[in-house]
């Protein structure tokens, strides 16, 4: 744990980079002062300018050269056989050389994944990484885990991914003791498939060091009934991108209802306070940055549409892991949990469905 983290960034990945990467910086070292210094991986004619014009960035970065970058269009397989020396793989690889703690793009996200995976390898006890995202409840946020990088979990899976995002919570939004619970159809304990209810036996058999609340359904993501919700890359994806459109509409709806009449219109510059607080609270940029769990070192993902001031988000995200003893906590309970005998652990039988009278 560093009290100046040390954050490596691809430069040139995102639509709108390097620009919003650039004023990404600057923003961040606005809102939480020189906590960090960053190495930017990318082309230095592109970089040099925007530095120059923007001091508050160009203090507290370096630029680490290089003419070649992965496109957004490319196929994860194809950018890793041509990836290397690349600004995306620069700077996951100045984590793996111990320059940086953490790094940041906003890349394409499959070959993020490929190329962080061959960097940094796979912490012990993990057998696959995550991907977590947060999500805006009434009360803070609630991590959820995984939003896309694997399709199928076995049990053992979804516990490793519970162990992480607990940590991963505790260190990015500041819950001492953050609760868990597993996606699921309803929160009885003989509901849903085997895999979800193995993974609640494993983990009370593990006897991990782990807040666990049970199941949890889900509305109760927004609702923030727990800090944690774990589930496959399938289905947290699906909700991901649900809530994403929901967010949209709900936010299109209520435009529209403003602008309806005259009266309308003087209501909302009477509340326009109050809209702008609804506005800042829903506006996916204070969410901005997934982060992929279960390597041997830290990488921050943003969306890759974002502009500098989502882009200081992720950056954020990533100086409280550097900050954090988020790898130390999670080895811990992984050991726990590598402890436990191989194989699925046992589950009640799944409830018939009752005959129709």
């Not at 696959?128 to 991590?143: F, K, L, N």
């Not at 997934?290 to 549409?305: D, I, M, P, Q, Y």
């Not at 790898?327 to 992984?334: A, I, P, S, T």
């Amino acid at each position: 744990m560093h009290s100046i983290a040390k954050i490596s960034i691809d430069a040139m990945g995102g639509d709108a980079a390097p620009g919003c990467v650039v004023e990404g910086v600057a923003e961040v070292r606005r809102r939480m002062g020189d906590t960090a210094r960053f190495l930017l991986h990318g082309d230095q004619a592109e970089l040099a300018p925007l530095l120059e014009a923007t001091p508050a960035a160009a203090e507290v970065c370096e630029i680490r050269h290089t003419a070649t970058y992965v496109s957004m269009g490319d196929k994860p397989s194809d950018a890793l056989r041509r990836s290397r020396g690349s600004s995306m793989w620069n700077a996951v690889a100045a984590v793996k050389d111990g320059e940086a703690d953490v790094a940041v793009s906003a890349g394409n996200t499959g070959a993020l994944m490929a190329i962080s995976k061959v960097v940094l390898r796979m912490m012990r006890n993990v057998h696959r990484p995550a991907i977590a995202a947060s999500w805006p409840t009434p009360d803070g946020h609630c991590v959820v885990l995984d939003v896309g990088a694997n399709v199928d979990c076995a049990p053992r899976q979804l516990v490793e991914f519970a162990i992480m995002g607990e940590a991963f919570h505790r260190a990015v939004h500041g819950q001492a003791r953050p609760a868990v619970g597993l996606l699921n159809v309803g929160t009885e304990e003989l509901k849903g498939n085997e895999v979800v209810r193995a993974a609640a036996q494993l983990i009370k058999d593990a006897k991990l060091d782990l807040n666990y609340a049970g199941f949890v359904e889900g509305d109760d993501i927004s609702l923030g009934r727990v800090d944690v919700v774990v589930t496959d890359g399938f289905t947290g994806n699906v909700a991901l991108k649900t809530a994403e459109g929901t967010a949209k509409l709900v936010a299109g709806f209520l435009r529209d209802a403003l602008k309806s009449d005259p009266m309308a219109m003087a209501g909302a510059m009477l509340g326009r306070g109050a809209l702008k607080r609804l506005k800042d609270r829903m506006d996916p940029r204070s969410v901005n940055g997934g982060v992929f769990l279960g390597l041997n070192g830290a990488v921050v993902k943003s969306h890759g549409g974002t502009d500098g001031v989502g882009f200081a988000t992720a950056l954020r995200i990533a100086i409280e892991m550097a900050r954090s003893d988020f790898r130390d906590e999670v080895g811990k309970n992984l050991q726990r949990l590598a402890d436990q005998p191989d194989g699925a652990a046992p589950v009640a039988p799944a409830p018939q469905p009752a005959e129709a009278s």
